[in-house]
């Protein structure tokens, strides 16, 4: 149950309804509790202390749409994810910064494109410890360079808490990786930012679990979460995961959160991105994370499923059509 306290709880009676109700307190403009679901009803304290109370099914409190039934709007700089606009946003560039050069062309491309959200990483969660874990704080500082220089806005990934702070003040949109989706010490400090955050798809996960990660965030008081769908781990061993376009529509109809598709880590392999991507489009979604390099082949990371600039500019060119197609309009 998701209670929004009225303007006469102090504090301190706030926090003490939290005790009793054992319930998360947080602030965002106004006093919120959130009880465990299973409380149903508001009995008279609480009632008395309420201007609004939000039954909800499950532990998906916050971001369900019992709670706000039209999707949340995430603003970044001029552009705007989700709410009523059905933008498509598209963001673009290789897995790692891997040197100035480098990262200094995918801004370049996203400048002639007018793609307005470069990615990268910086601190890569690999999955051998003797693969490139990417350039850290040096990365980070190329990022925001590019971002001064081209005016992007700059996604980049926090691998764990240890520079979870620094990935926080760099970024304009945090992204925390498939990997990292139970990591509550990331989860939690992302809960005390403001900064949009686009949370991963852990592949062995349920949409529930999935879902009840983004809680840790918005219960936090950060209202600013997109969740990302990168596919997930099924019996097929020809692709590298399996993107679950089903729980997509399932996100969209049941939360209030935009959703973000990832086809190049589900597919792992450029020569399915193009047609996943306008399969995703055409499902009409918030935006579309696509890897892209200068030199594919050369890339010290997922190396085989990114786009070279020649493919990426092809299928941009043809997602607009397929956005206008669906009532979206890229962006
Ligand atoms: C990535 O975005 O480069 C990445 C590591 O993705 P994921 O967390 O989905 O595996
Ligand atoms: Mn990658």
């Known amino acids: ?21 054992q319930s998360i307190l947080f602030e965002n403009g106004k006093l919120v509790l959130v009880s465990p679901s ?11 202390a309420a201007d609004e109370v939000f039954i909800t099914e499950t532990d998906i409190q916050l971001a369900s749409k019992q709670y706000i039934s039209s999707k949340r709007e995430i603003v970044v700089g001029d552009i705007i994810v989700g709410g009523n606009t059905n933008n498509t946003v598209v963001i673009t560039g290789p897995c790692s910064v891997e040197s100035e050069e480098q990262i200094e062309s995918a801004a370049k491309l996203c400048v002639e494109l007018g ?59 945090i ?8 990591d509550h010490g990331i989860l939690r400090k992302c809960g005390k930012s403001r900064k949009p955050i686009l949370l991963k798809r852990g592949f062995g996960t349920t949409l529930q679990e999935f879902v009840q ?33 089903c729980g997509v529509a399932w996100l969209k109809e049941n939360t209030n959160l935009p959703v973000i598709l990832d086809p190049s880590h589900a597919i792992g392999y450029a020569y399915g991105v193009a047609d996943l991507s306008r399969a995703c489009v055409a499902m009409g979604v918030d935006g579309l994370l696509i890897e892209s390099h200068p030199n594919p082949k050369a890339a010290k990371s997922d ?8 493919e990426f500019r092809k299928l941009f060119v043809s997602l607009k059509t397929v956005a206008e197609a669906v009532g979206y309009k890229v962006v």
Request: hydrophobic share 35%; aromatic share 8%; glycine share 6%.
């Open 1 to 21: 149950m998701i209670v929004h306290l009225n303007k006469n709880i102090s504090l301190e009676q706030a926090k003490q309804l939290a005790d009793k109700y």
């Open 303 to 310: 190396a085989e499923q990114q786009l070279n600039f020649d």
């Open 38 to 48: 299973k409380l149903k009803s508001a009995d008279e304290e609480l009632e008395k």
């Open 213 to 245: 990660s983004a809680e840790f965030i918005l219960s936090g008081g950060n209202p600013n979460v997109m969740l990302c769908e990168r596919g997930i781990r099924t019996f097929e061993t020809k692709t590298r995961f399996t993107l679950d376009l």
């Open 175 to 182: 992204q925390i990786g498939a990997k990292s989706m139970y």
């Open 115 to 173: 793609v307005k959200i470069l990615r990268a990483g910086a601190y890569k969660p690999r999955t051998s410890p003797y693969s490139f874990q990417g350039m850290g704080l040096e990365g980070l500082k190329l990022l925001d360079k590019m971002r001064s220089k081209y005016g992007l806005k700059i996604i980049t990934e926090v691998r764990d808490s240890t520079h979870a702070d620094e990935v926080i003040e760099y970024a304009d949109i």
